[in-house]
């Protein structure tokens, strides 16, 4: 080998070795560069400890809000004091349809509704569903489909419009079912087209009846499964958004709670007892009640009334709370009576109230009640009953059959003009009776028995005439 084919070859070594240092270098400077897009996806994804507010900006960062709402940790939805729902990026390799139900009251429903609609348009979406009622209070509801990349943003958006009563978000991963339903009407479709191969080669009348009965069921089956996966597929390119927008009303209420516990000697301090309660008749009981304001204004001028039990708001004590001021919304008061059980009793309490405005006013024909009841078993104390409750039982017995008795006289009072129909049938029947009898009687008296004839000749007899007497006897006897 000459020397310069010899620095020939050594160069293009010197060039191979060198592609190779380059295409490693490459290599692990591409690995490094994924390693580092791997971790801040896990950081985002709270998968490598990553805090919460970093993967709030993160996900804030994928969908950048269009209003100039507060994106800051502990931003309220409007004023209701329902946080801000939590962003997160939407994985474009599934089949998730999202969907979303939410309440907000408005001093205004009609300029609320507007502000939705133009709220839902500048995020690409439209309106899909209107329904709007007058009573009991005025309530707007509105559906809106938008892209599901802007679902979040635009719930966050309809967020503002008033105060957040509830809201659900849910998200449903239908990648499986789409799968499934493009799987059996590719192989439905197969099936349809190996039978109308058959139909076209069928000669005989019985074997096209068949084919073209089997061709239409599964023709039939095979658009039902077009129109479910239609269906699917409109509801993963769309989200849906559902918002009830209603008017800012009070919302009074009330809730009455009794219980029971044996005994008063406490006065009422160990109040709540149980929910039910079963002594000996005669005993002494104490009778709890619980009254809870759990609306979302004030009331005042409670009352309470029992006609099971015989207690009135006068009868009770108060053992816990003050009745003095108005009861605000959460707060609660417990009263106390005593009550001796005679025999065994279901109560029905009924609580009313007045509900007050955020000024300290009266609502004006606005009033709000509940009722409650528990039982009250009483047990026979059993041995030998007394004078006086053997009394009690004997009149007892009679007042109940007096009452039996005026109810059996009220119901044949309907049926008193059978009475006289039955006598008058019952008279006629026996004066036919009667005149058949003397009819029978007369004959007998009238008819005398036959008296034999004498033994005579009975040529003298045939050639004798009946005389004149015979003939008077004749006339008598008919």
Do not use: H
């Amino acid at each position: 080998m000459s020397k310069s084919k010899q620095i020939t070859t050594n160069r293009q070594t010197i060039m191979r070795v060198l592609a190779v240092a380059l295409a490693t270098v490459l290599v692990l400077a591409a690995c490094g560069s994924s390693s580092d897009d791997s971790t801040e996806f896990n950081e985002v994804g709270g998968s490598n400890g990553g805090s919460a507010s970093d993967t709030t900006a993160a996900a804030a960062t994928t969908f950048a809000p269009t209003s100039d709402r507060e994106s800051d940790d502990g931003a309220e939805l409007g004023s209701g004091g329902l946080g801000q729902p939590a962003q997160q990026t939407i994985n474009i390799a599934r089949d998730i349809i999202f969907t979303a139900e939410m309440t907000v009251s408005v001093d205004n429903v009609a300029d609320a509704s507007d502000q939705a609609i133009a709220i839902i348009t500048g995020f690409r979406g439209f309106l899909f569903g209107q329904r709007a009622v007058a009573e009991p209070e005025p309530t707007n509801v509105l559906v809106f489909k938008v892209p599901p990349d802007r679902f979040q943003e635009a719930l966050a958006a309809l967020g503002e419009v008033g105060d957040i009563r509830n809201q659900t978000v849910s998200a449903d991963d239908v990648t499986e079912r789409i799968v499934d339903l493009q799987s059996r009407i590719s192989t439905s479709k197969t099936s349809v087209e190996r039978l109308r191969t058959l139909l076209e080669g069928a000669e005989t009348v019985k074997i096209i009846t068949e084919l073209e009965n089997q061709l239409l069921e599964r023709e039939t089956s095979l658009e039902q499964m077009r129109g479910q996966l239609r269906t699917l597929e409109g509801q993963v390119s769309l989200a849906t958004i559902t918002i009830a927008i209603t008017e800012s009303v009070a919302r009074p209420a009330v809730d009455v709670r009794p219980t029971a516990y044996l005994g008063f000697e406490d006065d009422g301090t160990s109040c709540p007892g149980d929910s039910g309660i079963r002594v000996v008749e005669g005993e002494t009981i104490t009778f709890c009640l619980e009254i809870v304001n759990v609306g979302d204004t004030s009331l005042t001028d409670i009352e309470v009334r029992d006609v099971v039990i015989g207690r009135e708001m006068a009868d009770f004590i108060i053992v816990f709370g003050d009745l003095s001021v108005p009861l605000e919304p959460g707060q609660s008061v417990v009263l106390a009576t005593e009550l001796e059980i005679e025999r065994t009793l279901r109560s029905q309490t009924r609580v009313t109230a007045t509900p007050l405005n955020e000024d300290g006013t009266l609502l004006e024909g606005r009033s709000v009640a509940n009722t409650s009841t528990i039982n009250l078993v009483s047990e026979d104390p059993g041995g030998i009953p007394g004078f006086s409750e053997g009394l009690s039982k004997s009149w007892d017995v009679l007042v109940n059959g007096l009452k039996l008795l005026i109810l059996a006289i009220g119901a044949l009072i309907p049926f008193i003009w059978v009475i006289p129909l039955v006598w008058l049938y019952l008279r006629w029947r026996r004066n036919k009776a009667a005149a058949a009898a003397a009819a029978r009687e007369a004959a007998r008296r009238r008819i005398p028995a036959p008296v034999p004839a004498p033994v005579t000749d009975q040529a003298e007899d045939s050639t004798d005439e009946p005389d004149a007497d015979d003939a008077w006897d004749l006339e008598d006897d008919v």
